[in-house]
């Protein structure tokens, strides 16, 4: 078989095509399918057997694990699945790709995804040319969807064919009666083999053949089977490189879920195939040897994979915190999902509140912290770094959009359960806090984007200026410690709200201080006229998110007192 460096190229450009797929499947996911495919996830994952049995169904109907864990890393990519409920999805897909393998054994029946990119391409194209946003981003994912398979086949297509070339592997013969050397370098054989080839059914296939063949015992066949099951978990891998953390922790989780299976199966591996012999031979009656030895290899497959999960499923939080000690999260990273408020309501409306509570202090801090970025992008010299943390910002404006929503969403949800007069108080309260801390998002966006326009004119502030931006940005700073403070603190205890408004007069003074102090600084040339627009742009949004600031203040402190005194609604 000859492999040259053009087919080599095929096959990085087929890579190139199934990570690009990735990215755009997992963007358009994000924009179209929010909040009605993540309550769907959600209602199917609550817990950990029906999210096993979510990767089981999903696997056996698309008919490939490696879709199935790709499909799941960009959910996890776009915020739609914690990582906790992708490795139990992850899990379900392993005993899913048996399933598979069972049917090919028996009705020798495959659906080829591939097969249908191309008419989906079709369907995409005219959404993705609509001007309604949703239809677009539609358009995007069934894009990126049909991408990802293509580039999939095409990896396959392009890899060098083992399957066709059996023979290549006849050299194997001169090591398998080194004992279990030989079961561990089979290991090995088959993890590579996969990985190459990008299909763990392709490897089961030559696996078959070198058994049939007579080549290799049906003891060194599981041991490739093993390794198969390593190998397919880079699938999952590569389409992780363009995710997040959280992405690639969630193939990593596959990876470990895997490896820590193998370890064990590998520690009782004769007593293991002891058993998978007698259960074949007095259930299952094969009849040619062939028959045979491909009914105990997809026994071994499927029971490995099923004894492993049923292990490992009370280990998933293990699992998570591993592969969270192994992967650190980037800097730019931010987790677009809720970390208090999950599928479904407490026990109690009145504990969902405190819940709610939680997560609008999360909100609070997280606003804060862009708002600390905005304040480093005004002095970012390199235009990379500042396309960077701009769209860093950006990434935050939309994650302060999702926060909203999905908290006012919650607690439209708790204000319908049986409630005290207070709560309802309290929730209303609660939900023009979260208005109010969205807006703040927005101003510091407005702030971010007028330093983006200013610096595309290639001209600068004045130090004088600079000096009075900074004392801006310190007293907006101060004032939204101050309202983090406020929110975090108890109901019993009470807000000194007095002294948010004292900063509050101060940042106005200043403002109109700087407003007056502008006109003339542009009369006297100090600065052109376009500047100085900029410069109180700049001012003026920075009073307006003092504003926004003292109202999440009164708020909070409006539903404090209340709760505080007992009184409810008149």
Known sequence: MQYSFYDFLKLIGSLGLFLYGMKIMSEGLQKAAGDRLRSILTAMTT???????????????????????????????????????????????????????????????????????LPLLAIALPLIFSKKSSRKSIGEFIFGFSFLFMGLSYLKANAPDLGENPEMLAFVQNYTD??????LLFLLIGTVLTMIVQASAATMAITLIMCANGWISLELGAALVLGENIGTTITANLAALTGNSQARRAALAH???????????????????NMINWVVDNFFHPGSPEVEISYKL????????????????????LIERTVCWIIKPKEEDEESRLRYITGGMLSTAELSIVQAQKEIHLFSERVHRMYSMVQELLHVEKDDDFNKLFSRIEKYESISDNMELEIANYLNQVSEGRLSSESKLQIRAMLRVVTEIESIGDSCYNLARTINRKRQTNQDFTQKQYEHIHFMMQLVGQ???????????????????????????????????????????V?????????????????????????????????????????????GES
């Open 298 to 317: 997809s026994a071994f497959h499927s029971m490995f994979n099923i004894l492993n999960v049923c292990l490992l499923i009370w280990m998933v939080k």
């Open 47 to 117: 817990n950990r057997v029906t999210g096993v049995l979510t990767g089981v169904l999903i696997t056996a109907l698309i008919q490939s694990s490696s879709a199935t864990t790709v499909m799941v890393v960009s959910f996890v990519n776009a915020g739609l699945l914690t990582l906790t409920e992708s490795i139990s999805v992850i899990m379900g897909a392993n005993i899913g790709t048996t399933v598979t393998a069972w049917i090919i054994s028996i009705f020798g029946f495959k659906v080829d995804m591939a097969a249908f990119a």
């Open 479 to 521: 004032a939204l410690e101050q309202m983090i403070t406020d929110v975090a603190k108890p109901e019993h205890q009470p807000v000194d709200i007095n002294k948010s408004f004292n900063i509050e007069n101060e940042i106005n003074n200043y403002r109109n201080q700087l407003k007056s102090q502008n006109i003339l600084d």
């Open 178 to 183: 080194m004992g279990f050397v030989s079961i």
């Open 255 to 273: 990876l470990v879920f895997n490896v820590f299976g193998v370890i064990w199966v590998l520690i009782i591996f004769h007593p293991f195939m």
């Open 523 to 567: 009369n006297n040339k100090e600065y052109d006229y376009q500047m100085g627009v900029y410069y109180m742009d700049i001012i003026a949004e920075c009073e307006k998110l003092g504003d926004y600031v003292v109202n999440v203040v009164e708020a909070s402190n409006d539903v404090k007192e209340r709760k505080r005194l007992g009184i």
